[in-house]
């Protein structure tokens, strides 16, 4: 039910904006979060929006990347500036939803998106 995209190769420095979309009979959605893991690393928290629009960050990109959603659109984006290598990882959104298909408040993962940061 969760789709995100927008993962590419790009230099260090560069932008990206990476996009997550909830879809089927959402009902409401809750919180709305991103993480990334690198390879051979654990997966990394990354950015949190809440239904009221409170953010919060890793430390890592904190200054660098900004979570936003449209609750319009069911969707959560993620706007990463200033690129860095060690940014390279596959990325992850996650959604805490209800639907009319299943009446029960439950954490959706999308499929992940490939990050590259290399010059």
């Known amino acids: 039910q969760l789709q995100a995209s927008g993962g590419g190769l790009l230099q260090p420095g560069g932008s990206l904006r990476l996009s997550c979309a909830a879809s089927g009979s959402i009902l409401s959605i809750n919180g709305m979060n991103w993480s990334r893991q690198a390879p051979g690393k654990q997966r990394e928290l990354v950015a949190t929006?809440?239904?009221?629009?409170?953010?919060s960050y890793a430390d890592s990109v904190k200054g660098r990347f900004t979570v936003s959603r449209d609750n319009a659109k069911n969707t959560t984006y993620l706007q990463m500036n200033s690129l860095k290598p060690e940014d390279t990882a596959t990325y992850y959104c996650?959604?805490?939803?209800?639907?009319?298909?299943?009446?029960?408040?439950?954490?959706?993962w999308g499929q992940g998106t490939l990050v590259t940061v290399s010059s």
């Open positions: 996650n959604a805490y939803l209800v639907s009319s298909s299943n009446l029960k408040w439950s954490t959706y």
């Open positions: 929006i809440t239904s009221g629009y409170s953010t």
